[in-house]
């Protein structure tokens, strides 16, 4: 795992924004996965403003979103459809249907997780995938003790993401108790995993993901033993890392062609 770390959000989002951008540069078909929440919003910004100022073409890209609230239709305000649609899609050049975000409303839900399963290898998998990182170590919605071998299906959330989740609605009663996700394993099989943490509440989750043992407790590190991973993260987001300095150096140390 590649572990980038950078003085402030800011700057990591512009990092992880050169990434995507030098994927869709190099394969204009290019298949991302993408992630909502706070933690992306930087990278969007970005993603934007190189699509206004430097011509980066969506026409052809695919996007899959990682997750959606059961119960939460694509018009209303906290559904991850509406989110995506606000801060990247309707600011894009991207076609409407070359994006797949599961259907909070389905009736039934293991069909639609088991179509949507069969659409991102219909469309070749993944090439990027991006990800936020839950304070507790989930990635897309796989909960601590999610199987590392999981795919697209139901999850009901921990009392600690709704809590997390809770700023987002007008009340924590009011956070959907269950989601559709990718699950770990449809996760790993990405091409390339690029991760966002940010802020000190985050160190821990990092330190896990990076330095921890790989288990079911701490579902993002699993990411240890994909084939090509980037974290990218802030200082706050660094702390507890134990070999910090390292990685600082690795990065510094790269030749220019390999560095993000």
Sequence with gaps: MEVIIQPTADAASHVAARIFARQIRTKPTSVLGLATGSTPLGLYRELVSMHERAALDFAKVTTFN??????????????????????????????????????????????HCADYEQAIRDAGGIDLQL??????????????????????????????????????FSSPSEVPRHVITMGVGTIMEARHCVVLAFGEK????????????????????????????????????????ERADYYRWVYNNKPEWQRA
């Design 202 to 241: 985050k160190a821990g989750a990092v330190a896990a993901t990076v330095e921890g043992p790989v288990t079911a407790s701490v579902p993002s590190s699993a990411l240890q033993l994909h084939a090509r991973c980037t974290l990218i993260i802030d200082e706050g987001a660094a702390g507890a890392l």
């Design 131 to 168: 990800l936020g990182l839950g304070t507790d170590g989930h990635i897309g919605f796989n909960e601590p003790s999610s199987s590392l071998g999981s795919r697209t299906r139901l999850k009901t959330l921990t009392e600690r993401t709704i809590a997390d989740n809770a700023r987002f």
């Design 66 to 111: 990682l997750d959606e609230y059961v119960g939460l239709g694509p018009d209303h305000p906290q559904s991850y459809a509406h989110f995506m649609r606000e801060h990247l899609f309707s600011k894009i050049n991207i076609a409407p249907s070359g994006t797949r975000i599961p259907d909070g409303l389905t009736r039934d839900i293991a069909a």
